[in-house]
């Protein structure tokens, strides 16, 4: 399914209970809680991960380029981005895929750089897809293909072998857990030959998975590959911000997305 390039219509919002604050607005994330808890933040060009200000790339990139040419995330994956996200993927929160989307689709418009040509899903594997009954990422992209008018393309990027949860293993072997397990659509690799595109995930952990996603995207001819995560989980030692609310309804024993 492809999304012709024209602007999203505008329909009127309802009312709607803000999923944070869980005052009444206009959208399911209001704009008081926008402001509170996604403030404009500097990120790694390459990785993501939060750099102090005036920094474009970190040190880790510079030693160790990723496959990937470029990474954007909307926000630290911490309290309440955190919970929102476990809510879409395990509680099949779908309604909140819009305002998530927004957030990532604000990002990728604050870079004043060019956009994607085409957006692709991180694809799950089958029996993932059959246990959950929709992948997060599809529903993220029906929102921000539309909103930044760039084509979305769903199968072309394939889960070609079923991996273990990534959290079943530590940070270092997470890299050999994906290995190979992704291929473009064989039918189709010709509609990546040359093009800008960019992998959207709801949750960039490591890295590993955009990773060997990018590999299998740069061996079809993709020019230039971005990885796109709507959440970015913070370095290890760094401070996530404070929890100042609790309004979350996810049960703690709920397993974190990790990739
Ligand atoms: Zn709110
Ligand atoms: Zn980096």
Redesign the pocket.
Known sequence: MWFPRFPAPRLPSLPSL?A????W?RQR??T??LQRHAPPTVRCGRCALEVPPGVRTCGNCLVTPPPFDRALAAVGYVHPWSDLVLQLKFSAALDLSHSLADLLADAALARAQPLPELLLPMPLSLPRLRQRGFNQAWELCRHLGPALSVPVAPDLLQRVRDTPHQLAFPVEGRAANVAKAFAPDPSRTGRLAGRHVAVVDDVMTTGATGAEAARALRQAGARRIEVWAVARTPRQGDNPAPCSTSSSSIPKSRPTPAT
């Open positions: 803000c944070v604050c869980h005052g607005g994330v209001c008081a809680c």
